[in-house]
């Protein structure tokens, strides 16, 4: 089957459409209260993996219904005014999670450029997974 578009053509176009921060500016964005980050891993990748600390985890099947306000699946997370610093592994869900939140309404999200991995390498702080309860 000939795809109309590649997952890597995706990437590349909302590449091209969202603000991806260096890991520079992730890190001095981290320590700000009018911040917050959104991990889009896995639950399972945040078991093995860590997150950033303070990093609310969305799993990307969700993302639109818990950003959505008139979703019933809404998170308040969503709705507090903040910039959302979005992060995956590498950096591929979350440019196509930040265009996401682009094309609903959200005006300041941007996402890490070399996700996790990159912050990780470039000793950004990591937490073990903590429950939401």
Known sequence: MKLKKTAQ?????ALAQVHTCTLAEA??????E????????????????????GAYNTPRGMLEFWA?????YHKPV??????????????????LATRTLQEMGFDDV????????AWKEGGGPV???????
């Open 127 to 133: 937490a073990p997974l903590q429950s939401r309860h």
């Open 110 to 117: 941007a996402h890490i450029d070399g996700g996790f991995k």
């Open 78 to 95: 969503f709705a507090q005014g903040k910039r959302l610093v979005l992060f995956c592994a590498a950096g591929w869900r979350s440019a």
């Open 27 to 32: 890190l001095a964005l981290h320590a700000r």
């Open 68 to 72: 959505d306000p008139e979703s019933p």
């Open 34 to 53: 009018d911040v917050q980050f959104i991990d889009l891993r896995d639950i399972r990748e945040l078991q093995r993996e860590g997150t950033i600390p």
């Open 9 to 13: 053509q995706m990437v590349e176009e």
